[in-house]
């Protein structure tokens, strides 16, 4: 089985600049989750997806982030304009379904590194 | 708010020695389930071991087991039989009732040496 796929691993770019990151989650996972990890830390959500409808977008910086799930497949996650502050890494997780327990254990993608200057 | 804490930035154990490695959390949740994870160089994250806070014994997978003291709020990550590829960070992780958010602490930097 495919894990999840994160395009692309590594990116720099200036502050003010905009810059998109894409997700594809492991067949048949129907809930999509975007992470942000700075230098550090633990990685803090940012948004939720069940299917294609937002579950919990609460801790998204609405007015620089945007992220989209159209088909209810693959996402991508925009930052316009980003900020020095945006540096860290970005994982994609997806689960077969929402819930607790090991059922609905996140399988996480190998992130996008981003490095703002 | 639900809150895990990871005191120890950094851990050093001799190959093939056994290892703990420290988690807290605080949530008012009467449900809610504990996780670790394993995060190499390479960036992803390796779901290693869950447990649940109805459970009535300690999880083990493997060389992994979680020391789960619920009257403590604590769920320690014990790694058996240390191995050079143990080399990592590990974070500790919690999900409530209600979401399955995981909160994240720190996590902990593990080296391994021969």
């Known amino acids: 089985e495919a894990g999840v796929a994160q395009s692309p691993r590594y990116k720099i770019i200036e502050k003010r600049q905009s810059v998109a990151f894409w997700c594809n989650p492991i067949s048949g996972h129907a809930t999509l989750y975007w992470y942000q990890q700075i230098l550090g830390q633990g990685p803090k959500l940012l948004i939720q997806?069940?299917?294609?409808?937002?579950?919990?977008d609460s801790q998204l910086p609405k007015d620089r982030f945007s992220a989209e799930r159209l088909k209810g497949v693959d996402s991508t996650l925009k930052i316009q304009p980003a900020k020095l502050e945006d540096s860290a890494v970005y994982l994609c997780a997806s689960s077969l379904i929402r819930g607790t327990g090991t059922d609905y254990e996140q399988y996480f993608g190998p992130g996008t590194r981003l490095t703002v200057t | 708010a639900q809150k895990i804490t990871q005191t120890q930035p950094g851990m050093f154990v001799q190959e093939k020695e056994a290892v703990t490695l420290d988690c807290t959390y605080d949530?008012?949740?009467?449900?809610?389930?504990l996780f670790w994870y394993k995060q190499p160089s390479s960036g992803e994250m390796i779901f290693l071991i869950y447990?649940?806070?109805?459970?009535?014994q300690n999880a083990t997978e493997g060389r992994y087991s979680l020391n789960f003291q619920k009257a403590r709020k604590s769920a320690n990550l014990v790694i058996s039989a240390s191995q050079l590829g143990d080399s990592a960070m590990y974070f500790c992780?919690?999900?409530?009732?209600?979401?399955?958010?995981?909160?994240f602490g720190t996590g902990t930097r593990l080296q391994v040496f021969p």
């Open positions: 949530t008012s949740d009467p449900s809610y389930g």
């Open positions: 992780a919690m999900r409530g009732r209600d979401t399955d958010k995981l909160i």
């Open positions: 447990q649940g806070s109805y459970d009535q």
């Open positions: 997806f069940q299917n294609n409808g937002v579950v919990d």
